[in-house]
T-cell receptor
Framework: GAVVSQHPSRVICKSGTSVKIECRSL??????MFWYRQFPKQSLMLMAT?????????EQGVEKDKFLINHASLTLSTLTVTSAHPEDSSFYIC?????????FGPGTRLTVT | AQSVSQHNHHVILSEAASLELGCNYS??????LFWYVQYPGQHLQLLLK??????LVKGIKGFEAEFIKSKFSFNLRKPSVQWSDTAEYFC???????????????FGTGTQLKVEL
């Protein structure tokens, strides 16, 4: 089946620093990847849609300059949280789209101290 | 914008009990419907999906869901739950009219199911 990986699985960083999270589709090509944020005991909130070779489309209320998304190839998308603050601490999940289905990565737990 | 409602936030059942989790969506057009499960410490996995055809959809691990268009519902069912079904369950919808990029999913708030021995 379709496998999506994320790296790192956990990261702790200090306020003001930047963190990059990678999302890879391992056995298929994904024209579109999605980035979600999940707060404790809440649902997944779509942050942005990432299309290979073009600019990401951000959802309302998501700061594009803070959450930089790059989709350089059909198997890799990256999310960079710039100038991280404690309120950015969350669980970030990516998914890769194949036809009408999305396959989810295992998530990255970001803690900003 | 469409929305997805899951009215049961926490459900506790004994093993062998029957399960039904509600899911209602607001979008009036043609939709694709999904149920995902997230076991403790694991990533989201697809349980089942509905695109078209028979409104009663069977998924993995004995789960099924019924699409009732007139009620905008896609409830998840399992006749006899097991302790290993303890997990969080998410209903999701994507509209078939794709705008921008890809098949955006709108998720419900999730239902935490605990199955007791």
């Amino acid at each position: 089946g379709a496998v999506v990986s994320q790296h790192p699985s956990r990261v702790i960083c200090k306020s003001g620093t930047s963190v990059k999270i990678e999302c890879r589709s391992l056995d298929f090509q994904a024209t579109t990847m999605f980035w979600y944020r999940q707060f404790p005991k809440q649902s997944l909130m779509l942050m942005a849609t990432s299309n290979e070779g073009s600019k990401a489309t951000y959802e309302q209320g998501v700061e594009k300059d803070k959450f930089l998304i790059n989709h350089a190839s059909l198997t890799l998308s990256t999310l960079t949280v710039t100038s991280a603050h404690p309120e950015d601490s969350s669980f970030y999940i990516c998914s890769a789209s194949a036809i009408h289905e999305q396959y989810f990565g295992p998530g990255t737990r970001l803690t900003v101290t | 914008a469409q929305s997805v409602s899951q009215h049961n936030h926490h459900v506790i059942l004994s093993e062998a009990a029957s399960l039904e989790l509600g899911c209602n969506y607001s979008y009036g057009g043609t939709v694709n419907l999904f149920w995902y499960v997230q076991y403790p410490g694991q990533h989201l996995q697809l349980l089942l999906k509905y695109f078209s055809g028979d409104p009663l959809v069977k998924g993995i691990k004995g789960f099924e869901a019924e699409f009732i268009k007139s009620k905008f519902s896609f409830n998840l069912r399992k006749p006899s739950v097991q302790w290993s079904d303890t997990a969080e369950y998410f209903c999701a919808v994507n509209d078939k009219v794709v705008t921008g990029g890809g098949n955006k999913l709108t998720f419900g708030t999730g239902t935490q199911l605990k199955v007791e021995l």
